[in-house]
């Protein structure tokens, strides 16, 4: 391994933000050195910050480490290209959220219950219903926006105002979308720690040129750690609304993301619970219900925690199709449609 061979490694890794030139073609790569078994990486950034830098840092990582020897170790720096003074992208403060009426979170305490699904169709039905919405994708390891609503492959616009760069949501189905999974390759893994994948998360909420909104929905990863904390500390977050399955070991997951936002040092409050895969019913028999995962698990959970249940959401195979094809099933008329239409009219009665 040579400084040479590590610097073919990484000169080769693409910017999604840049027309997919290469580090090399912008010349970020500014130094390359080996000291035994330590490798440091120099990357060199413009000054006006760049939304994809803490990305290229775990590329350049990744990269090193999957072609060197094992054992080696690496550090990237970041250094200032232009000496000129700076506002970091995560100083930029509340200013693109100021005119937001609700910032919403949507959560889970484990992954696999149709969490995206929901919010991604919550802001849909919302949107028809005539409000202004928006939604960040904030599961920054397993973005699924772009999938859901047949967007993959957009890149958002920069703009630059009062001498900073914003991101331009990407706008369909009368919302506007943002996610890191426009700026990461599908196939491309992001191997953050915590005080990246945060920052990373800021940067797709506070960064972007949202304009005034009525509902900002954040589709939040499964879990309660870092992200969850980060968002609650950092984010005026005005409430959340809490996705579970009737599944035993569901809700005792659940019950754990509802202890954070309930807990007194964090204080938010939760507008109900969304009961996701109530009864699967056949396409071709709608009137049939089968409860497969149970049944009243969120009713049970509800009334013990005084919250109330805004909707059932039935598993049928066309939620699922419709995910998949880009097209959100709260844009039909048919009843699975209309439960997410539901929802939002609940949801905006409850706030």
């Known amino acids: 391994m040579s400084e040479k061979e590590i610097f073919d490694w990484i000169a080769g890794i693409q910017h999604p933000g840049k027309e997919d030139k290469t ?29 994809l830098k803490n990305y290229l840092v775990g590329a350049v990582k990744a990269t090193v480490y999957r072609n060197a020897p094992g054992g080696t170790e690496v550090e990237v720096k970041t250094v200032v290209s232009d000496p000129a003074p700076k ?10 959220i100021n005119n937001v009426g609700y910032i919403i979170g949507i959560a889970s305490g484990k992954g696999g219950v149709g969490k995206s699904t929901v919010a991604v169709n919550l802001a849909v039905a919302l949107a028809r219903e005539g409000y202004r919405v928006g939604l960040a994708d904030a599961d920054v390891y397993g ?6 609503t047949g967007t993959e492959g957009s890149v958002p616009d920069m703009v630059q105002e009062d001498g900073q760069d914003l991101m331009v949501p990407i706008e369909k189905y009368g919302v506007k979308w943002m996610s890191i999974g426009y700026f990461a390759k599908p196939d491309q893994a992001l191997i953050w720690r915590g005080p990246m994948a945060c920052s990373a998360l800021k940067q797709m909420i506070l960064q972007v040129k949202w304009g005034p909104l009525d509902y900002l929905l954040i ?11 980060s968002l609650v500390n950092d984010i005026p977050l005005s409430g959340s609304l809490i996705v579970t399955t009737p599944q035993t070991v569901a809700l005792a ?3 754990k993301g509802i202890d954070l936002f309930q807990n007194p040092a964090v204080g938010r409050r939760i507008y109900g619970i969304v009961e996701n895969m109530s009864w699967f019913t056949p396409e071709e028999h709608p009137e049939e219900k089968y409860y497969i995962f149970g049944s ?3 009713a049970r959970m509800a009334e013990l925690l005084d919250l109330p ?10 939620i699922r199709e419709s995910g998949d094809a880009g097209e959100p099933i709260a844009l039909g008329s048919r009843p699975d449609a209309l439960a997410f239409l539901n929802l939002a009219s609940k949801l905006v009665e409850v706030i």
């Open 309 to 318: 249940v805004l909707a059932q959401i039935p598993l049928v195979q066309g």
């Open 219 to 229: 589709d939040l990863p499964p879990g309660t750690g870092d992200i969850h904390i």
């Open 87 to 96: 506002k970091k992208a995560l100083d930029l403060g509340l200013d693109q």
């Open 23 to 51: 580090l090399l073609e912008l010349g970020i790569v500014q130094e390359v050195s080996l000291e035994g078994n330590k490798v440091t990486v120099t990357l060199a950034f413009p000054k006006h910050p760049d939304p």
């Open 143 to 148: 973005p699924s926006v772009p999938v859901m």
């Open 296 to 298: 009243g698990g969120a």
């Open 253 to 255: 997951d659940v019950r």
